[in-house]
């Protein structure tokens, strides 16, 4: 707002100066032609010489009671009035257009020259001479001239004869500044009020429930940042939806199948003597309420990322130990399967030198828990945790007893591999893979379950890391999944 206060303030103070500069150029040249008009009126002057001079001798050769008659019949043949006056009645006139005469103008008058008012408002303007000019003696008074001049209608009067008002004139300046004021403010507003509209047209749709309507960003500079958070928040909402209404029909879908077989369950341990099924059918609901919390514990952990970002708490952490719990803990449930780290069973570890990284012990230990439980899935008889730090990438070669071969990469990075000898993932799907709700439903078995989210957790928790995951052919013939994250 402060920022559009000072552009507002600012663009108004550069158009008035403009526009004043503009209009007194504007002025100033017209001054000129006026001036230059001015000139022009000796000429006006030097023509009324001529007009009063033939109006003088006409009217001399006629008889001082019949002149105002005569002058009558003869001004049809001018374009402006013609008259004779009293003194009186031209001071009149002159004290009518706020111009009195100077008392050199009536001895000037009285001696038979001619005297010009103007009257600016109006644009009129008068010429005036005397008939009979007083012949000055040098012990003549002024006074004496002044009564001669007043004894009888004995002036001469052009007029009045239209000109420019400069009322007119003011009137036309004040109008072009107001017309320039609001055309360049126009200009200045349009853009801001195009780019209001649009956004508004663009919210409206969003609100009637078209969801992937955008605003357009060619806007004025001042609108940029609204319209940029409003097409954030427009995704944002878009993304929510289409999650809910994802989780919704996964949710449904995947609670009854548990429900069912503790519902089942329950209903065989009602008829049911033998303990020895009744043991079973208890083992089978256990495992269903199992499924159900990891799928409600899913459900959360991506219901958080939906709402917020998750606060990394980065520590220092040996990905060696981390890969050695989560190996242990599934050795404990997954017998009929070999864990290794780096190429050797977990359990000897030991000879392998620490491999330490800034990371969030608890969102990596949900990411490999998350990858090791899929390659649980569908592993045939080995996992692999494949750790490398600064650069140095751990390759297995030769048998899966053989030695350990370490390669040098070019950025200083954290890679974690998960690795299985199970049927992999065709290439086709590995883009789709890591998104909510997307699985492979033609390489499920009754060993695999989930909604779909475990691996969009990890995408998620991994770029938080600054970091990417993909997916590869795993030397032991399955999948790979690879995690890479900046060291520092």
Known sequence: MKNLFIRLYLFLILTLVGLGWSIDLLYNATLNKAVVAERQLTSDLELHKGTFFL???ELKR???PT???HLTAITTSFGYPVSLLHLAELTSIAERVQTPLSQAQLDYLGLGGIVTLYDDIAGESWFFKTLTPTQVNPRTSPEAIQVGASEQANIIALGPILTESAGQTDAVYTLIFFIGLALVVFIWVWPISRGLMSLTKAATIFGQGDFSVRASTKVAKPLEQLVLRFNSMAARIQRLIKSHQELSHAVSHELRTPIARIRFAMEIIRDEDDKAMVNQYIDTMDKSIEELDALVDELLVYARFDREEPQLELKSNN???LAYDICHRFALTEPELTFQ????NYQDVNELSEVTCLADKEAM???V?????NAVRYAKTTINIAVTNDGQQARKSGSQEGSLHFEKTAAPQVKLAVQDDGPGIPEADRQSLFEPFVRLEETRDHKSGGIGLGLAIVKRYV????????????PLGGASFILTWPKQ
Do not use: C, M, S, Y
């Not at 780290?341 to 050797?344: S, W």
């Not at 770029?463 to 052919?473: A, Y």
């Open 67 to 69: 002149r105002e008659q």
């Open 62 to 64: 006629q008889p001082a």
């Open 365 to 367: 230990n949900r990411v």
């Open 463 to 474: 770029e938080l890391h600054k970091g990417r995951v993909e997916v590869d052919q795993a």
């Open 55 to 57: 109006l003088e001798t």
């Open 319 to 321: 990905l060696v130990n």
């Open 341 to 344: 780290i780096n190429g050797i």
């Open 369 to 373: 828990d998350n990858l090791v439980r």
